[in-house]
DNA sequence: AAATCTACTTGCAAAAAACAAGTAAATTTC
DNA sequence: GAAATTTACTTGTTTTTTGCAAGTAGATTT
């Protein structure tokens, strides 16, 4: 598991928290996968074009869902399904996303086109705002679409 | 390594490029501890508080070297110690720092002062502003003390 | 009732991290 | 100026985590 620490108290600094908690390959693109994609059940995320393995998804999963980042709730037109949403906790992650994606898209070489990532660098109040507003009424619509190769 | 990847070139959304970089429990960590708390050596972000081993550091500080976040410099005044520094590619990732500072002293239990935390989640922009400053002038006071048990 | 689909779990090999010890080069101390 | 110390590592070794392949349980479609 994570860390030996007892039975829920956490301690240390505030960045190395969020790290023991996000700090992989991983959670992080899930929880983008969910917040700006829209995606919802374990399918897509896996489909999601980065190839992670289903264990690890899982695991994952389950760690942000104890965090009480994500919750889960059973589809309700398709029983097999189950629907993985972010919590307020979970959508509060929206900046930090946000700041990669510009970090990522200015230093490094990627598929983002300059124009979209100037825009919302310029923008990043109403990014954020709608991030929430389309979380809020469950609007399924990515806000932003795949870059790059995958 | 890092993954299979044709010599340089980069793919991929920027999220999962930034990932890739500095997506683990240590890099985010070496990063805070130069920008926020004026670590320079190797020994100083030993006895960083969070335990990283050795040979963990010693990588992830020639990774980051090889992406050009930090730059190494030897001390003019004892030829042992070798310096690190954030370059400005570096110094840009206080956004995401700063981001995840906030997220961690409002979400999870830590150390962390409210006090301290709301002033700087009102002055958001004035803290970037003040932590580029001091990278500039190499002004190694720290803008913040450890918070916590570490 | 059979086939299919979704969301997993399990087992195993490979990679990475943690831990302990040792080393080389520069510097301070005697 | 030789010995002891400090800094920044490297090199094993053990433990943990990841990646991959296969299999499974429960709901649904045919």
């Known amino acids: 598991m994570l860390k030996k620490s007892v039975a829920g108290r956490r301690s240390g600094c505030p960045v190395s928290v969020s790290l023991e908690l996000f700090g992989d390959r991983w959670s992080l693109l899930i929880i983008r996968d969910m917040m700006v994609r829209g995606n919802k059940t374990f399918k897509e995320f896996l489909a999601s074009g980065e190839g992670i393995a289903t264990n690890i998804l899982a695991g994952r999963l389950r760690r942000l869902e104890k965090a009480g980042i994500v919750i889960t709730e059973p589809d309700v037109s398709d029983?097999?399904?189950?629907?993985?949403?972010?919590?307020?906790?979970?959508?509060?992650?929206?900046?930090?996303?946000?700041?990669?994606?510009l970090w990522?898209?200015?230093?490094?070489?990627?598929?983002?086109?300059?124009?979209?990532?100037?825009?919302?660098?310029?923008?990043?109040?109403?990014?954020?705002?709608?991030?929430?507003?389309?979380?809020?009424?469950?609007?399924?619509?990515?806000?932003?679409?795949?870059?790059?190769?995958?």
Chains 1, 2 share one sequence.
């Not at 029983?79 to 994606?101: C, F, H, Q, S, V």
């Open 79 to 101: 029983g097999r399904k189950l629907n993985y949403r972010l919590t307020e906790k979970g959508i509060e992650l929206a900046p930090i996303l946000l700041d990669m994606l």
């Open 104 to 150: 990522g898209a200015k230093h490094e070489e990627t598929g983002a086109p300059c124009a979209v990532m100037a825009e919302m660098a310029k923008s990043r109040e109403w990014v954020l705002k709608e991030t929430r507003r389309r979380w809020e009424v469950r609007d399924p619509a990515p806000i932003l679409p795949k870059f790059g190769s995958n």
